[in-house]
T-cell receptor, first 116, second 109 residues
Framework: GAVVSQHPSRVICKSGTSVKIECRSLDFQATTMFWYRQFPKQSLMLMATSNEGSKATYEQGVEKDKFLINHASLTLSTLTVTSAHPEDSSFYIC????????????FGSGTQLSVL | QKEVEQDPGPLSVPEGAIVSLNCTYSNSAFQYFMWYRQYSRKGPELLMYTYSSGNKEDGRFTAQVDKSSKYISLFIRDSQPSDSATYLCAIKAGNMLTFGGGTRLMVKP
């Protein structure tokens, strides 16, 4: 099946630093990618929809200046957590839609962010 | 009322049991139905997808869709401890994808 690669899988950083998370579709082109946040034992929370070549669409309550999304190519979207603080510590997951007939949604393996 | 409802569980069953996981939805425009399995601290893994009412089988997994009742199910036969995970239903209409809250399943040896 289609593969979505997410990197890094885990990052620990100091408060105030910025962290970039990459999401790549390895064997298909993804016009649309999604970024989620998940707290322990809770469901996925959609943060934003990333469209190649255009600005991301953020969900209500998600700070676009805090969570910068760039979808510069059909196979790569990045999420940058700017000036991270301990409350930003969470599990971040990306996903991508294959497109075409019978389109399916595949997820990356997730990134555990810990801000000290 | 949420667009997609899913019992959070936890659902605890003995090894070998048949497991039934369910979701109900309210929007009749939903067209594509997917089931994901998520292990702790991992991204969700696509298990099954279907577009029409009826059953679709893949190994020990059977996905069932009843559009008239707006009800979807995932059955797991001969459940194994390795099936212990959170199962998420996802339903799509156009560009809108809606997830259930997930059901935590525990299969005890």
């Amino acid at each position: 099946g289609a593969v979505v690669s997410q990197h890094p899988s885990r990052v620990i950083c100091k408060s105030g630093t910025s962290v970039k998370i990459e999401c790549r579709s390895l064997d298909f082109q993804a016009t649309t990618m999604f970024w989620y946040r998940q707290f322990p034992k809770q469901s996925l929370m959609l943060m934003a929809t990333s469209n190649e070549g255009s600005k991301a669409t953020y969900e209500q309550g998600v700070e676009k200046d805090k969570f910068l999304i760039n979808h510069a190519s059909l196979t790569l979207s990045t999420l940058t957590v700017t000036s991270a603080h301990p409350e930003d510590s969470s599990f971040y997951i990306c996903s991508a839609i294959t497109g075409g007939v019978g389109e399916k949604l595949f997820f990356g393996s997730g990134t555990q962010l810990s801000v000290l | 009322q949420k667009e997609v409802e899913q019992d959070p569980g936890p659902l605890s069953v003995p090894e070998g049991a048949i497991v039934s996981l369910n979701c109900t939805y309210s929007n009749s425009a939903f067209q594509y139905f997917m089931w994901y399995r998520q292990y702790s601290r991992k991204g969700p893994e696509l298990l099954m997808y279907t577009y029409s009412s009826g059953n679709k089988e893949d190994g020990r997994f059977t996905a069932q869709v009843d559009k008239s009742s707006k009800y979807i199910s995932l059955f797991i036969r001969d459940s194994q401890p390795s099936d212990s995970a959170t199962y998420l239903c996802a339903i799509k209409a156009g560009n809108m994808l809606t997830f259930g809250g997930g059901t935590r399943l525990m299969v005890k040896p």
